[in-house]
């Protein structure tokens, strides 16, 4: 079994810049998509961005123009850097493989632990 282990999170200020990584136990190459995701406080989670194993990535319209998800195969590593963060940003965010949405919540068998992210006015 691949384990996800998440870091990169931390206290940032509005426009400020993270890049979160999430790093495999095991070969990423196994996987069709890759995803990190994100829940707020009172909040289901949802999906910040993915990135399929035969090239193309989406993107929550939220994320669009300031999130970037990308991988390292060598490194069995996921990133996403994160630009112009805004307070609404705030959230756990989590990697996951292979994550299907059904019945209004996303499943994987593959989660990580979380990082939190706290983005200040």
């Known amino acids: 079994q691949v384990h996800l282990v998440e870091s990169g999170g931390g206290l940032v200020q509005a426009g400020g810049s993270l890049k979160l990584s999430c790093a495999a136990s095991?070969?990423?190459?196994?996987?069709?998509?890759l995803g990190w995701y994100r829940q707020g406080p009172g909040n289901q989670r949802d999906l910040v961005a993915n990135?399929?194993?035969?090239?193309?990535?989406d993107y929550a319209d939220s994320a669009k123009g300031r999130f970037t998800i990308s991988t390292d195969n060598a490194k069995n590593t996921v990133y996403l850097q994160m630009n112009n963060l805004k307070p609404e940003d705030t959230a756990v965010y989590y990697c996951?493989?292979?994550?299907?949405?059904?019945?209004?919540?996303?499943?994987?068998?593959?989660w990580g632990q979380g990082t939190l992210v706290t983005v200040s006015l």
């Open positions: 996951a493989a292979d994550a299907v949405y059904y019945r209004g919540t996303w499943h994987s068998d593959y």
């Open positions: 095991g070969s990423i190459s196994v996987f069709n998509v």
């Open positions: 990135i399929r194993s035969g090239g193309g990535s």
